[in-house]
């Protein structure tokens, strides 16, 4: 999935999948810009999906979140990618009508912006519960941030999204923990040391959320071999 830090330069995430080889896909950045032909040779490049980053780039006007929303839609369906969603669940809940109608699937980054520090009762998870019970919307269960101390906030919400519809649900790991965070005196485009997290510990947090291994493999394999046409 190609940094925010980038913008529309996809190149990193392309060298990335072709370093990779034919078993890699991407999720490419665009604007209104982007022109078919670039479109084209992300496609050929292995990209199956664009991120539509609504939070990082603070959209707060849900009507500018629609019309951004839907014209990314309009563009995406003509080739059955699909868009990655990263917002808040007060942006969710604004234009979920919105995006319950959308012609290509969606998937709602980082546990869709659930704070696990609320468990499944904070206002708004349940209508990313109802995308997913209908199978609008996929969801990514990648931890944002990080290094934390305790994980076990997310267990709820994990347990309930996979309850919800497992075939709706995609492991993450937000490698390689990019920082967001410009230090003070730092420009935001200074290389930063990355968050330093123990990535066996947070994989192995998914036997604990996912205990049967028919619903891992879901997870793991089947969903993303849909998703992203493995």
Known sequence: VT???????NSATLW?????????????????????NELDALGHGGVRGIRLNLKTV???DP???????????????????HIQLWATMEMIEAIKAQLAASP?????????????EKSVDQPGFDNILDLVRTGKAYVKISIPEGPRH???GFLPLAKALIAANPDRILGGTNWPHPNAVTPPG????????????DD???????????????IRKKILVDNPARLYGF
Not at 3 to 9: A, H, K, L, T
Not at 200 to 214: I, T
């Open 186 to 197: 730092r420009k935001p485009t200074d290389v930063t040391p990355l968050w330093q997290v």
């Open 16 to 36: 990335g999948i072709k370093a990779r080889g034919n078993d890699a896909r991407g999720v490419a950045l665009i604007n209104d810009k982007t022109t078919d």
């Open 58 to 60: 603070r959209i707060t």
């Open 200 to 214: 066996g510990l947070v994989l192995n947090l998914l036997p604990v959320w996912a205990p049967d291994p028919a």
């Open 63 to 81: 009507a500018v979140a629609v019309q951004m929303f839907q014209a990314v839609a309009e563009r995406m369906k003509k080739r059955n990618w």
């Open 150 to 152: 305790d994980y076990t």
């Open 3 to 9: 940094p925010s830090i980038y913008g529309v330069d």
């Open 104 to 116: 290509v699937p969606l998937v709602f980054d980082h546990f869709a912006g659930a704070e696990p």
